[in-house]
């Protein structure tokens, strides 16, 4: 997960990217930073939490200049402190730099060890830091090329802002896993960001995305320069259209929102289900939810009510903490649901846990059959591209049939959408990355190389 933005040649840089922040907190609430160029320098302010609590006038307006790039992290696993926040800030032989990282890069340990075996002392535990260190050890003469270098040594999934005093540049893998779209503000600034929805808020207005491979560059003067350094092999990730975006993003020139009715309506043609009800786990999977309904002809209720002011379930690493989350968060309106036959509608099937108390919360609250419909596939194989996905021993699907999942949760039937299914919902113009469902690692990484989460 993760976010980022890059503003480039606009008055107000930082609080652009705070609005870009603001509005893709979703993809991350463990930390937040923006680095801004003053031309002279590069200030930067970042801490433990979310956006709104993280920053305020006074540090907004030391943060002063026209480029600006931020970022809001997700860790998965390991270390929560703010050294492992990002902008990464460094100072090498041609001036200072920042970079904000979205992905994982799979070689990481192999080029961390290198870089420690040859003297380097790593401040985090983030593979971003990987990044600044090839930079500032290559030897050619500017950044520009300096990055490109870089580029070569590294390997797996990223989505990158790199900001100068002077310059911007953003990168994209030659995968294109993480999405990145590039827009302009109506001062004439640029701004890139994880998702299209950071420019509603901001009212820029969308340009294109960034291309897998591409590197863009921003000079003062001049129009955005780019560049394809890397050959194409276009794989978005499926999962921003199943469970990271928001709905009205547009990744890849697709709507997240209509993506997912698709793959309701889909499901409902798959596996359907004799129901009076349909009701969705709120918020990511109500618009497959609405799809499946619409498929099978049977009315869609907002059942199930979310309490907003707890984070993601996932956030909390531990399992204690994660159970107690879902009964904090999901709330039942008993009379729509008593004495009726439901079906209920998830996103994903990860582990487990959110299903299982769903279902008891669902019989608890009167129904009298609960039918689980799933709008993605078996999760099968752990990601290694940046999504916190985790251990295959942890992940449900890898270990057990439908069925058996099916009894363990205590539901009256459980289905999934097929890989086809997908596939069709998302369309045929591309490949997407589905390794969760298939493990075809095609960016390198296995399912038994370390977890994600350092981004
Ligand atoms: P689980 O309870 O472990 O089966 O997880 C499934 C729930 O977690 C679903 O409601 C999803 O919306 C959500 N989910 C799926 N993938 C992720 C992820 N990578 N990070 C956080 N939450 C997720």
Redesign the pocket.
Known sequence: ?CAIVGVYGSQNASKTAYYALFAMQHRGQESSGISSSNGEKLLIYKKLGMVADIFGEASLSKLEGSSAIGHNRYSTAGSESVSDSQPLFAKYKLGEISVAHNGNLVNKHEVRNNLIDRGAIFQTDMDTENIIHLIAKSTENTLSSRIKDMLTKIEGAYSLVIQSRAKMFVIRDRFGIRPLSLGQLKDGGWIVASETCAFELVGAKFVRDVEPGEMITFEEGKEPYSEQLMEPDYHPCA?EYI??SRPDSIIDGKNVYETRLRTGRKLAKEVPADVDLVLA?PD??VAAAKGYADGLGVPFEMGIVRNHYVG???IEPTQEI?DLK?KLKLSPIKHLIQGKKIAIV??????????KQIVRMLVDAGATEVHMRIAAPEIKYPCRYG???PTQAEL?SANMTPEEISSKIGSTSLGFLSVEGLKESLGSERTYSMVSFDGDYFAGGNVDSSGCGSN
């Open positions: 997960m999962f469970y990271f786990v990511s999977g993601r379930t996932f994660r879902v998830d996103d994903s099937l990860v582990r487990g846990t959110t299903s999504i916190d996905t449900i």
